[in-house]
């Protein structure tokens, strides 16, 4: 069934249909340059649509918020009452051909408006599928059904969209409780069905609400708490009106305490329980009444390290309640922890490569930025490598560990005090129980990793008790975890420095067979390609030698990555047109190279215009099998290195992902001390897709 475009809507009401979406848009976009998203009426044109703004900022799209849908719902209601809907499905259509003639793929997503969709005697998202020649996809709601009310559901779906005119692409059952889930997974009917049904399993957490959508659907003033903070999930709610003596009996994991707030007693009692051990986590404080806290109290709350929200409304405490249990959970666009745990969810259950090849979606040859960063996700999930991070009492590890284990990527070793850490992560609203903590000073691993360490350095002058103290540093743990295969890899910086990470992998990992420098790169992400430069942050002068050797490093890292490796050795003249020190370097060192592997297209001395451009290329050394289309670089020099990624990056807007490290017996990368988030979970993938290569090279 080749298609270019998909249709998605839900068969009933409350079906989760955007986590389906937002799972098929991630699947999309690692393979297809050009991927467009479009509803065809939405509930108002105001910008305020949560799914549009959701995919269009998740996956960077170039289309206007405009693009992105046909009508609002007023105008189809008015055109449907005035016997207009054949006007509806070609102005429609106008728009969907529009979008097909400048994109390679487009989803849509339909509509979710029961009291819109009952104004029609037929599925309109049917009829809308059809009159733009769509393939269909369902989506069921499983939830409180068992099997045999599934399997019905599924029928009468299939009847309904067959008859309907439709292409049936596939149905979706979301929701599912666990039994329900594992009862169909055997089904026969299922297995053998003609039309593909995929199965996705309940998360309770996406059903909740967070303090974010609270505070925006009751409009609430936030008093005291940061915005990371508001998304956290309220788990329930609890009503304060007792003494504090009582109250604090009923507080339970992930409360949103609401309270008078006019009661300093309750206000000040739950503030007590998050600096207390003895007493579950909170998600917030929700003040009613339109009190907030008076100047001295106010001051107090101030000076204390509160972890959760104050939030504050002008309702009573009725009518907060009221106004609570009809805010919806979405998966918003700014909510990162729910958009990877809905991911997690779709990519745990669903087999993606089956609906690629039942679209027979083809892939792209032109490699985006975000193609290259989701595939590295993608690539990493195919066998999941244990990375350990020892800096665990960072909170910007935390929260880059929470998603990459809800998306599934990698498993998680963080060093540390097992109290302190869950303490932390609870204290930031973060779940991270699926990850391995250690304390290094406390574990069965530390006398025997500290006997391998003075073996390995006694020749150094290491005495046993200095091997104690050394591997007293968590550095040193981690990478000794790694050396000894209970890690996959590690990754590390964002407090330590680079000479804390590159060292103790010099000293214990050492370097891979005939090669005796360590050095890096940098991954280049333009707009329609990525390159690799390298070595752009370690080695400051190398020589001939050292450099062939950063050449054949920089050439595996990035065929590693499915970048196929053409290698530019730079310098400030190509061929033999130049002389001198500088170019005789670069000179020599592809020859080693060359020498070394043949098998790879290496090109040198070479300038940067011909590297990369065929048309300066054919002018400049138009006998070269590889000038005009280099897409590894190899810089003499640190200073040249440093400074051109930086130039490139910050006049092109090119993305750059880096330092990966290279040319170590297993993986180890260093973060910057200024990362964010986003480049701690990008270099653990990337050093789990390093730790797959090394080991299949094994």
Do not use: W
């Not at 049917?126 to 409180?144: C, R």
């Not at 070479?606 to 290329?617: G, M, N, R, T």
């Amino acid at each position: 069934m080749k298609t270019n475009s998909l249709y998605i809507a839900s068969i009933e009401p409350q079906s989760g249909k955007l986590l389906i979406t937002l799972g098929l848009m991630e699947l999309l976009t690692r393979r297809i340059e050009k991927v467009a998203f479009f509803r065809p009426v939405i509930e108002q044109s105001n910008g305020s649509d949560n799914d549009i703004n959701l995919i269009r900022d998740k996956y960077c799209l170039d289309m206007s918020y405009q693009d992105c849908y046909g009508f609002e719902f007023e105008e189809v209601k008015t055109l449907a009452s005035q016997g207009k809907m054949k006007e509806f499905y070609e102005k429609l259509l106008i728009h969907f051909n529009k979008l097909h003639k400048k994109y390679d793929f487009v989803l849509c997503e339909g509509l979710n408006s029961s009291a819109f969709l009952s104004l029609f005697d037929n599925d309109i998202n049917l009829e809308i599928a059809k009159n733009l020649g769509s393939p269909f996809a369902g989506v069921i709601n499983g939830i409180n059904q068992d099997a045999g009310e599934i399997l019905e559901e599924i029928t009468i779906a299939e009847n309904i969209i067959l008859k309907s005119g439709c292409t049936h692409f596939s149905t979706f059952v979301n929701r599912l409780s666990p039994d329900t889930f594992q009862a169909l997974e055997t089904d026969a009917k299922l297995i053998n069905a003609s039309t593909p049904v995929f199965l996705l399993a309940e998360e309770n957490e996406l059903d909740k609400p967070t303090l974010a959508d609270i505070q925006k659907g009751l409009n609430a003033s936030c008093v005291l708490g940061s915005s990371e903070d508001l998304y956290r999930v309220v788990k329930q709610f609890k009503i304060a009106t007792m003494t504090v003596e009582h109250f604090l009996n009923y507080i339970e994991d992930g409360d949103l305490i609401i309270v008078g707030g006019d009661r300093a007693d309750i206000l000040l009692a739950s503030v007590g329980t998050l600096s207390s051990q003895h007493y579950p986590n909170l998600s917030g404080i929700l003040l009613t009444g339109g009190f907030t806290p008076e100047a001295n109290m106010l001051k107090l709350l101030q000076g204390i390290d509160i972890s959760v929200p104050i939030l504050s409304v002008p309702y009573d405490t009725f009518e907060t309640t009221r106004r609570i249990e009809q805010v919806p959970a979405e998966i918003t666009p700014d909510n990162q922890r729910k958009i990877a745990l809905g991911l997690g969810v779709f990519d745990a259950h669903i087999n993606t490569e089956s609906i690629i090849k039942q679209a027979e979606i083809a892939v792209s040859s032109i490699m985006t930025p975000i193609m290259f960063e989701h595939g590295l996700f993608e690539r990493a999930k195919t066998r999941r490598m244990n990375i350990v991070l020892p800096e665990a009492s960072d909170e910007r590890i935390l929260r880059a560990a929470e998603i990459l284990l809800r998306r599934q990527v990698v498993d998680i070793t963080l060093l540390g005090n097992e109290t302190e850490i869950l303490t932390q992560s609870a204290s930031l609203g973060l779940n991270i129980e699926t990850a391995t903590i250690i304390d290094p000073m406390h574990s069965e691993l530390l006398t025997p990793y500290t006997e391998t360490l003075f073996e390995l350095r006694r020749h150094k002058g290491l005495t046993m008790e200095g091997a104690a103290d050394t591997m007293a540093d968590v550095s040193y743990f981690a990478t000794m975890m790694v050396h000894k295969g209970q890690a996959d890899g590690m990754v590390s910086g964002a407090i330590h420095t680079t000479g804390d990470t590159i060292r103790p992998a010099l000293q214990i990992i050492k370097t891979s067979p005939g090669i005796s420098v360590v050095s890096s790169v940098f991954i280049m992400c333009f707009e329609t390609e990525v390159l690799v430069y390298g070595d752009c942050a370690i080695n400051p002068e190398p020589n001939a030698e050292q450099l062939s050797e950063i050449c054949i490093s920089s050439a595996e890292t990035a065929a590693m990555f499915g970048i196929e490796p053409r290698v530019a050795m730079l310098s400030y003249s190509t061929g033999s047109s130049g002389k001198g020190k500088d170019v005789d370097k670069v000179r020599e060192a592809t020859l080693i190279a060359q020498k070394k592997r043949p098998d790879l297209l290496i090109e040198g001395p070479i300038q940067y215009d011909a590297a990369i451009s065929p048309e300066v290329a054919k002018s400049k050394i138009p006998d070269s099998k590889m000038a005009g289309r280099a897409s590894v670089f190899i810089f003499p020099d640190l200073n040249t290195g440093n400074n051109t990624y930086k130039a490139v990056q910050r006049s092109s807007g090119a993305i750059a992902i880096g330092p990966v490290l290279q040319g170590l017996k297993k993986p180890v990368n260093d973060l910057s001390r200024g990362c964010l988030v986003a480049d701690i979970i990008n270099t653990v993938a990337i050093t789990a897709i390093q730790a797959q290569s090394l080991q299949q090279d094994k």
